[in-house]
C-alpha cells in the first residue's frame, strides 16, 4: 500500500484530543511553569525580536498543526509502520518543553541554544519521517520547522548579546 494513499483509520476525535492535549497542554504548562519574566525583560535582544504577545498565539498555532499532524500519521498505521516517526515526534515534543526551562528557568541561553539545535535536528527528521507516511501531515510540520529555525536564529542572537 502507497504510504500517501487513502488507506488511514477512521477519524478517533479520542486520539486526536490527545494529540492536542499532549502539544497544546504540555506547552502551555511549560510556558506557565518558567514564564519569561523580569530576566528576560533586562536582556539585550535584536531589534528583530517579536513583541511578547505574539509567542501565545504563536505557539498555540504551531502545536495544534503539531499534533495533527502526528494525529495523521498515527491514523495511516493499519496502511505503514508509524513507531519511528512517532517515537521521533516523542522525542521532539519532549525537547521542545525542555527548551523553556533551559532558556527561562535556569537563565541560560547558551545551554538553551545546544538544546534548540538538536531539537531542531530531531524536528526535520521528525518531518522527514513524516512525508513518508503522510504528505499532509509533513507539510503541517513545515510552519513549526520554519518558526523554530527563527526561534533559534533568536537563541542564538539573545546568548551572542548578553
Given at each position: 500500500?502507497?504510504?500517501?494513499?487513502?488507506?488511514?483509520?477512521?477519524?478517533?476525535?479520542?486520539?486526536?484530543?490527545?494529540?492536542?492535549?499532549?502539544?497544546?497542554?504540555?506547552?502551555?504548562?511549560?510556558?506557565?511553569?518558567?514564564?519569561?519574566?523580569?530576566?528576560?525583560?533586562?536582556?539585550?535582544?535584536?531589534?528583530?525580536?517579536?513583541?511578547?504577545?505574539?509567542?501565545?498565539?504563536?505557539?498555540?498555532?504551531?502545536?495544534?498543526?503539531?499534533?495533527?499532524?502526528?494525529?495523521?500519521?498515527?491514523?495511516?498505521r493499519a496502511a505503514t509502520d508509524v513507531r519511528m516517526p512517532l517515537?521521533?515526534?516523542?522525542?521532539?515534543?519532549?525537547?521542545?518543553?525542555?527548551?523553556?526551562?533551559?532558556?527561562?528557568?535556569?537563565?541560560?541561553?547558551?545551554?538553551?541554544?545546544?538544546?534548540?539545535?538538536?531539537?531542531?535536528?530531531?524536528?526535520?527528521?521528525?518531518?522527514?519521517?513524516?512525508?513518508?507516511?503522510?504528505?499532509?501531515?509533513?507539510?503541517?510540520?513545515?510552519?513549526?520547522?520554519?518558526?523554530?529555525?527563527?526561534?533559534?536564529?533568536?537563541?542564538?542572537?539573545?546568548?551572542?548579546?548578553?
Open positions: 500500500m502507497h504510504p500517501h494513499g487513502d488507506t488511514q483509520a477512521p477519524f478517533n476525535a479520542g486520539a486526536l484530543a490527545l494529540f492536542l492535549v499532549a502539544c497544546i497542554g504540555g506547552g502551555a504548562a511549560s510556558g506557565l511553569a518558567t514564564p519569561p519574566g523580569e530576566w528576560y525583560a533586562s536582556l539585550a535582544k535584536p531589534t528583530w525580536t517579536p513583541p511578547g504577545w505574539v509567542f501565545g498565539p504563536a505557539w498555540t498555532l504551531l502545536y495544534t498543526l503539531m499534533a495533527v499532524a502526528a494525529w495523521q500519521v498515527w491514523r495511516r517515537a521521533l515526534f516523542a522525542i521532539q515534543l519532549a525537547l521542545n518543553l525542555a527548551w523553556t526551562p533551559l532558556f527561562f528557568g535556569m537563565q541560560r541561553p547558551g545551554l538553551a541554544l545546544a538544546e534548540i539545535v538538536l531539537m531542531l535536528a530531531v524536528i526535520l527528521a521528525t518531518t522527514a519521517s513524516f512525508v513518508r507516511v503522510s504528505t499532509t501531515a509533513a507539510i503541517l510540520m513545515l510552519p513549526y520547522c520554519a518558526w523554530v529555525c527563527f526561534a533559534t536564529a533568536l537563541n542564538w542572537a539573545i546568548w551572542q548579546m548578553n
